[in-house]
């Protein structure tokens, strides 16, 4: 489970800094910068990779599914009050949003 999310916050930072075009509109749609795209990328970026290396530490999981959350509550906030999206636009972001919970949960037992 860690894994499968760690691939997909990795691949949402990946689009983000690379700039492909869809994500740039959604973003113009946010109304953030273009610079606070490439923040926010990067950041996925280096959760992805921290999500792969909290498998065998597990402080370090339960640090990288706190930034998530945060980073994934701000993707919900953009989509249904910067962007005025429908509530499903948010499906897979909430989704992600699970996982860095139960991520967390899943470590503090074993810590």
């Known amino acids: 489970m860690q894994v499968i999310l760690a691939v997909f916050i990795f691949t949402g930072g990946i689009i ?3 700039r492909v075009p869809f994500q740039v509109e959604h973003w113009q749609h946010y109304q953030y910068p273009l610079w ?3 923040v926010t990328g990067f950041l ?3 959760g992805g990779i921290m999500l792969i290396a909290g498998i065998r530490n597990r402080r370090l ?3 990288v599914g706190a930034l ?3 980073l994934l509550l701000g993707a919900i906030h953009a989509h249904i009050f910067r962007a005025n999206q429908p509530v499903a636009t948010t499906i897979p ?3 992600c949003l699970i996982l860095s919970i ?3 949960i ?3 037992k074993k810590v």
Do not use: D
């Open 16 to 18: 983000k800094l690379l």
């Open 36 to 38: 606070f795209m490439s």
């Open 44 to 46: 996925e970026l280096i």
């Open 61 to 63: 999981a339960i640090g």
């Open 68 to 70: 998530l959350v945060i």
């Open 93 to 95: 972001a909430l989704v």
């Open 102 to 104: 139960i991520v967390i």
């Open 106 to 108: 899943r470590n503090l």
